[in-house]
């Protein structure tokens, strides 16, 4: 089974950026694991939904408080999926996963138990 590992949390400042990555453990396993996406679970919050992407990157959507902030891109050639996360703000302190839905290839889920493969989280802390 493939296992997903996320990296590139850190800590920062109010308005600045990271670019998480999320790599597969098997090589050219990206193709298979069909939609994706980036959760993200604050402290004493639910895990929720951040951005998804389809199996080619043509199509990507994201929950409302960070569109035009953050992207989501993958690279199936390289096996990593990115999150670029720009002016980011103490909301958006929390862990963050990848995820993978095998089951769709496009018009990919919001909903956490569409997903079947995890990684183990990176954290990100923003600082006012």
């Known amino acids: 089974q493939v296992q997903l590992a996320e990296s590139g949390g850190d800590s920062v400042n109010s308005g600045g950026s990271l670019r998480l990555s999320c790599t597969a453990s098997?090589?050219?396993?990206?193709?298979?694991?069909?939609?994706m996406a980036w959760f993200r679970q604050a402290p004493g919050a639910g895990r929720r939904g951040v951005a998804t992407?389809?199996?080619?990157?043509?199509?990507?959507e994201y929950t409302n408080s960070v569109k035009g902030r953050f992207t989501i891109s993958r690279n199936n050639a390289k096996d990593t999926l990115y999150l670029q996360m720009n002016n980011l703000g103490p909301e958006d302190t929390a862990v963050y996963y990848c995820?993978?839905?095998?089951?769709?290839?496009?018009?990919?889920?919001?909903?956490?138990?569409?997903?079947?493969?995890w990684g183990q989280g990176t954290q990100v802390t923003v600082s006012s």
């Open positions: 995820a993978a839905d095998p089951s769709r290839l496009e018009y990919c889920s919001s909903d956490i138990d569409a997903y079947k493969h």
């Open positions: 098997k090589a050219s396993w990206m193709t298979s694991l069909g939609c």
């Open positions: 992407i389809d199996l080619l990157g043509e199509t990507t």
